[in-house]
């Protein structure tokens, strides 16, 4: 199947069962994506959806029960682990605490046959790039978690990996450190052009940094699109929920505001708020959610709540008051069935 | 002050613990020394350095002492290889029956020595293996298993799997795995669970009482020597001799194990 851009990644029907054969639990359940060279993907969906299996099947710690994985277009079911040309960090970073940061960014190279002095240049030049020059002779345990996850990265990076994995490597650090590091890794990929395959549930991080999204739920991947498509234009009712950007209208809700019969989403940002009655929709307001930029307003309507998103330069309404609400025709996006 | 004297009371209730724990060491250093070679009097009627004299020159503790060191040595090369690969597997795979074989692992240490060494006997007379050298082996290596099994298998269990997936990921073979990662994290471990396994074996006397043929390994030479003496202070010089043998590596073991909890494995 000859294709117009190289796929570094591609599962091609990949299903991979767990347990008993008469009732499996089905982890990964006829996932087929391809993952394009050079860019960052991110596999976003809620715990046990599986994301980690997936990625675990990339590096080689996984095989499929049916179908195949293509690592540039090779078939990767007979090559171990060990001889992948992926890298992994892993989500508790993993590092080896008997031996120093140096020693464990240039564990790849030493295993590779690379002599003592050559390995060690390239350890540093690693812990330069991750901000860590000068703390190549700690031990992992006197170094804090941002830390240690910036080793686990360098010692990924130094093997200079085709493609990357990243299974939620950000999970356990703080809100801050968290967003400085999404700023840093997102950076990095862009210089170096390397694949990154970034496993969260962070629907936020995975829409800011990802240039690719697919979007998981019970082992098969529900939508894939830019962070775009999947924010603004959410496939099924779980994308909408799950993203949490759209509100979503039933059929009857929709129709009798105006709209087709059919589930549909509708994004806050779109929703204005009107007189009574002068809106596609009447309701009360229900609660109110100030969000600094933004307040989150929530109106009770007889088909169900809308929550509109109102910037802080706009009055509020009070708790309890009766209002309209009014988006533009094209604001909603019909959404498949009724899943 | 009331305050003052309950700790006081305890104070002297440690050392007349402690005294009544270690004084009769001390007894058996002090006869190896006496000059009185028929029984034992108090206090000694004089000293002399002479039984250390006739002690070298005895062959039968040489011998004695050589079966106890290669007796130790091998059942703790074995308990090294058999134990560390029970920890492995009990602490890295899931398979079918892992309580089971946990308490089967163990069960030789709860056991008395004495149903071991009947069992282990009663094994032997049936696959009519001939007492000798490689059965006090074999009787040893059932309790040396569990010393180093005991030691290794909490470290194993510290060893996460995705540090050894880590270093797959890395390139490293299984090989490379288990000398670079494994290894050095169950190293002092190992030595530890060593010592003890050797200090044990070299001291044993029930198991081996059921297992050895004609030979002696250095207790029961003692226990023989009690039972029938020829020159009495010979024995309390054997007796040091073992209490330093088995003594040392115990500390040693001891000091290793606590240095080594505390840095998580990062002690060589
Ligand atoms: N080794 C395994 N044995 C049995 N079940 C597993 C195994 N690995 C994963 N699973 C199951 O597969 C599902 C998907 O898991 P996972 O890929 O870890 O999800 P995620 O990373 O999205 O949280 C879960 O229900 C999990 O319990
Ligand atoms: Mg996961």
Redesign the pocket.
């Known amino acids: 199947m000859p294709l117009a851009t190289p796929l570094a990644v591609e599962f091609d029907n990949v299903t991979?069962h767990?347990?008993p054969a008469g009732a499996p639990?089905?982890?990964?359940d006829g996932v087929s994506v391809g993952i394009t060279e050079g860019c960052f993907f991110a596999?976003l969906?809620?715990?046990?959806?599986?994301?980690?299996?997936?990625?675990?099947l990339i590096s080689g710690f996984?095989r499929p029960t049916s179908g195949h994985i293509r690592i540039f277009g090779q078939n990767s079911e007979a090559i171990p682990p060990n001889r992948r040309p992926v890298n992994t960090v892993f989500q508790d970073y993993a590092l080896f605490p008997h031996l120093t940061v140096r020693d464990n960014v240039a564990y790849g190279p030493r295993m590779a046959g690379v002599d003592r002095r050559t390995r060690h240049a390239a350890a540093e030049e690693m812990l330069a790039l991750v901000k860590l020059s000068g703390y190549g002779d700690r031990k992992p345990a006197a170094l804090s978690g941002g830390q240690r996850q910036r080793v686990a990265l360098a010692r990924a990076l130094v093997n200079r990996p085709r493609v990357l994995l990243l299974?939620?490597p950000l999970g356990a650090l703080d809100l801050k450190l968290r967003e400085a590091m999404q700023e840093e890794l997102k950076s990095l990929q862009q210089s170096l052009g390397i694949t990154f395959v970034f496993?969260t549930?962070d629907q936020g991080e995975a829409l800011s940094m990802a240039d690719r999204v697919a979007v998981?739920n019970d082992?098969k991947i529900v939508q894939e699109g830019t962070p775009q498509d999947i924010y603004e234009r959410p496939r099924t009712r779980f994308v909408a929920d799950f993203v949490g950007s759209a509100n979503v209208l039933s059929p009857e809700l929709s129709a009798r505001a105006g709209g087709p019969a059919r589930w549909t989403s509708l994004r806050g940002e779109a929703v204005a708020l009107t007189a009574p009655g002068a809106g596609r929709i009447t309701g009360t307001v229900r609660s109110l959610r100030y969000m600094g930029a933004v307040t989150r307003v929530t109106v009770a309507t007889p088909g169900g709540d809308l929550t509109a998103t109102v910037p802080a330069a706009l009055p509020l309404p009070a708790q309890g008051a009766t209002v309209g609400l009014h988006w533009p025709a094209d604001a909603l996006h019909e959404m498949e069935g009724g899943a | 002050m009331r305050s003052d004297r309950a700790p006081l009371g305890l104070r002297i209730a440690a050392f007349a613990g402690l005294a009544f724990l270690h004084l009769p060491i001390l007894l058996i250093f002090v006869y190896a020394f006496t000059t009185e070679d028929k029984s034992y009097q108090w206090p000694p009627p004089g000293f002399t350095t002479h039984w250390l004299g006739v002690t070298w020159n005895r062959p039968d503790v040489w011998e004695a002492l050589s079966l106890s060191l290669r007796v130790a040595a091998i059942s703790t090369c074995i308990a090294l290889i058999l134990g560390t690969l029970a920890a492995a597997a009990v602490s890295r795979a899931a398979f079918w029956g892992r309580e089971a074989v946990t308490l089967l692992v163990i069960l030789p240490i709860a056991l008395p020595g004495i149903i071991t060494g009947i069992a282990l006997r009663s094994a032997f007379n049936l696959g009519e293996i001939p007492f000798s050298t490689l059965t006090i082996v074999l009787g040893h290596a059932t309790f040396c298993i569990v010393v180093v099994y005991n030691n290794t298998v909490a470290r194993f269990r510290r060893i996460s799997g995705s540090m050894l997936e880590a270093s797959a990921d890395l390139g490293a073979n299984g090989f490379q795995t288990f000398a670079h990662v494994v290894l050095p994290n169950i190293a002092t471990a190992l030595l530890a669970g060593g010592m003890l396994a050797f200090a044990l074996s070299f001291d044993e006397v029930i198991v081996t009482t059921f297992t050895a043929g004609q030979q002696a390994t250095l207790p029961i030479w003692m226990l023989e020597e009690l039972v029938r003496p020829r020159q009495r202070p010979v024995t309390n010089v054997v007796a040091m001799v073992v209490v330093i043998v088995t003594a040392l590596p115990i500390l040693a073991a001891y000091y290793l194990t606590r240095g080594g909890t505390d840095t998580a494995g990062s002690g060589k």
Do not use: I, N, Q, W
């Open positions: 991979r767990f347990g639990v089905r982890a990964v596999m969906g809620p715990s046990g959806s599986g994301k980690t299996t997936c990625l675990r996984e299974d939620e496993v549930h998981f082992g």
